[in-house]
């Protein structure tokens, strides 16, 4: 898997979808909507724009952008302190995190993490974290 290239570019030469993916990300994170097609909508986008750019635009100003690391771990003593251990490392911050009732073993858990001071890229972390003896499976979540 290649590694990302971000570049900083002045909003003025940018296509106005990408300022209202933006605008729709912020409806969503200070929870003044409930879903996608409601932040879309408020932000003057189609929801398949929304899409196609949400993990790939974020503001500079920030430099958080956040995302749900979603991972299935075995019913083990500390499986889930080991997978939070590693996002930690990584440099990611945790803001959220759900587990579900363990079932056949194993359970699964939902982090979102805030990615902006991480010192790898998402697609390493999750790589390392699948690496981890107690965990099934890990992806990016939606």
């Not at 990408?18 to 990300?25: G, N, T, W």
């Not at 991480?118 to 979540?141: A, Y």
């Amino acid at each position: 898997m290649s590694e990302r290239r971000f570049l900083l570019v002045d909003t003025s030469v940018l296509p106005d979808v990408f300022l209202k993916v933006l605008e729709a990300k912020q409806l969503l994170a200070a929870g003044k909507v409930t879903n996608i097609s409601a932040a879309a909508r408020r932000a003057g986008i189609s929801r398949s724009a929304f899409y196609k750019y949400k993990d790939c635009v974020f503001d500079a100003e920030t430099g958080r952008e956040t995302i749900t690391v979603i991972a299935t771990l075995l019913d083990k003593t500390g499986a889930l302190q080991s997978l939070l251990s590693g996002i930690s490392s990584a440099g990611a911050s945790i803001v959220t995190i759900t587990q579900s009732r363990p079932e056949n073993g194993a359970a699964q858990v939902e982090v979102t993490v805030r990615t902006g001071m991480m010192q790898m890229s998402v697609e390493n972390m999750l790589m390392h974290l699948s690496r981890q003896p107690n965990v099934v499976e890990v992806h990016r979540g939606t």
